[in-house]
């Protein structure tokens, strides 16, 4: 079967031919419908060598940790689950059976690291190929009617956003602020879920006149270029208090340093890109009471309540359609900015 890998370091993901995996007991095999790219796939290649080994990541790795596809074949003992289902992958495999997992927080499993257990596409074979094997099939959530090509980015596109958003609610009623930093892959989709669970408005920042052009499309408020006036404008529109709540989808020093910078009292500030950045937090240096988050990911309910969100049509991703083949080409749109939501490969 194709599969798009990334082979060698520093290189470029390329399409190899490899041989078509079959399910060991317990396990399930997916014919995959739809693929997503994310930006943490281009950190993952972007890594030295040394950063790559420790991370424990594998050459060459079948890249692809946003999935759907339907049921090929059930492995040995693998009840529930009929061939021809369609689902999505959850993506942050953990081992099943510690606290966080039992609550379905395997993004928290507290096991994975030490049992290298590894989400697909960020260590075990991922989605951008023909055919993937998915460890258990609690790992895999019904996508029903719901489009694959369309949906799956909100295995993760739309889960870590969720997962943030949802622990901030509390903060966000009428009358509210959310800045939302990065209105990429996951930075669209995360003003829908605001637009849709909070009564905040939302002022997006981005680099690009495009970019925020999506933004006030998917229904944000106000939308600024993110240079170095952005915190006055939105110091200016928040009437001088800031905002209740920040989610930097860049984290990038510049970006972190601005989502501090504009924190009102008593908000959150949530840091989800991987961007290199950290916070500077001490007395003084942020609003009083304002809390730093570092979320990863979501649970697995979470995307089940993200999926409905989306069957109840107040969510959609905006996607531009990839074959395998072209599946390179989707990185370099990535990298180059050029991608207007979520690249999506289609085998
Ligand atoms: P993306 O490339 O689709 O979107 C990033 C957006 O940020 C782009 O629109 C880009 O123009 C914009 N941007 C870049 N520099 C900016 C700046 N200085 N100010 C404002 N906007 C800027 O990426 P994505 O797939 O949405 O991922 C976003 C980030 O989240 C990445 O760092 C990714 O690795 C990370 N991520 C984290 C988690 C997690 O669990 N914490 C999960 C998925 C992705
Ligand atoms: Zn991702």
Known sequence: MKALQYTKIGQHPEVVEIEKPSPGPGQVLLKITAAGVCHSDEFVMGLSEEDYTAGGYPLPLTLGHEGAG???ELGEGVEHLQVG???AVYGPWGCGRCRPCSQGKENYCVNASAEGIKPPGLGAPGSMAEYMIVDDPRHLVPL?????VQNVSLTDAGLTPYHAIKTSLPKL???TFAVVIGTGGLGHVGIQILKAL????IIALDVSDDKLELATHVG??????SDEHAADSIRELTGGLGANAVFDFVGAPPTVALATSVAASEADVTLVGIGGGTAQVGFGSIAYDAAVRVPYWGSRSELIEV???ARSGRVSVETQRYSLDDGPAAYEALAAGTVRGRAVIVP
């Open 198 to 201: 909070s009564g905040a408005q």
């Open 307 to 309: 999926l409905d969100l």
């Open 173 to 175: 009623g009428a009358g």
């Open 220 to 225: 944000a408020d106000h939308v600024l270029i």
């Open 70 to 72: 339907v049921v090929d």
């Open 144 to 148: 029903g009617d719901l489009d694959p």
């Open 85 to 87: 289902d369609a689902v």
